[in-house]
């Protein structure tokens, strides 16, 4: 970690300025409250004052090193106490020979800083513990904010691995249900069967291919759901038709990749493959307040036994949406009139 005092400009400029205000205190109660000369003042508090702020730099690095994680509370402490016992020691002497040496203060000057050698040793231990207090603040304050970038990242890369661990579950729960089709279809239907293998090739290409893709648009989406019925089609032929009432504007919208691919597959693995009616899915989609919202509808006959399932197909659209936008309330389905009903409400 880089001394925040020397690596940034903001941070230079209030320590300079805090320091420049000391010591208009300073000169303020030498030569207003002590009546001290006016040189003399000058010199003192321009001295003793810019050498601690020096003096101050330094203790950055006592502080960032001797901390409470690796030292007990009495052991940094007792480091601290030696530190100041010599840090004021030496801004003490040093401050005296500039001004004795360097500055040439006459005797009165010379009594002046032995009499108030007392005062300026205790400022000075109060100084040193002021600013390494606000370096273990400043040190621990940036400790933090690091830890929750770190965190932040972290959770963010374990949210994208479990996203793709949940997309990538769809196309082997749709390949397998297709090879299923592909198998029945090649003992009565051989020329079938194959038509179907080429399409199930192409659909699976460009479904590959976006496959990094977390979100795109609703038009894209539904293109690709078109494409799988097209290959389903080849199996049922004319049992079921899909009706598609979509604005341009909900088309435009992005929506997470493969997010109604297991819905449709329920239509027809629970609806279309069951009944012997026709069956019609319905697609619905508008804006609602700030979301988008989606419904799709298929029939489905209630007198057939139901198929059992893995169960991968709604719950992994819910986990997804939880997962992307954070909330558990945006999918739901039900059971009314013959028609099973999913509505999928995306956050705008």
Known sequence: MFNPYVSNRNVILIYGAVWILIGLIHFTILFNVLQIDFEYAVWDSVIYNFLFAVVGLSLWFPSR?????????????????????????????AGYLILIFAVKVDKTGYDFIINTLLVRFVTGLMFYVIITSLNYTLIYYTNFREQVVKESKLNSLVKEAELKSLKYQINPHFIFNSLNSISSLTISNPTKAQEMTIKLSSFLRGTLSRNDNQKVKLKEEIQNIKLYLDIEKIRFEDKF?????????????????MILQPIFEN??????YESIENVVINVDCKKENDYLRIIVTNDYDPESVPRKGEGIGLKNIQNRLQLIYNQDNLLTYKKENNKFIVTLYIPL
Do not use: M
């Open 65 to 93: 090193y001797i901390t409470f994680e690796n030292y007990s509370v009495s052991r940094v402490l007792l480091n601290h106490f030696a530190a100041a016992l010599l840090v004021t020691g030496i801004w003490l002497f």
């Open 267 to 272: 239509a027809i693995k629970h609806g279309v």
């Open 241 to 257: 038709d899909l009706v598609e009432n979509v604005s341009d504007e909900c088309k435009e919208t992005q929506v997470p990749s």
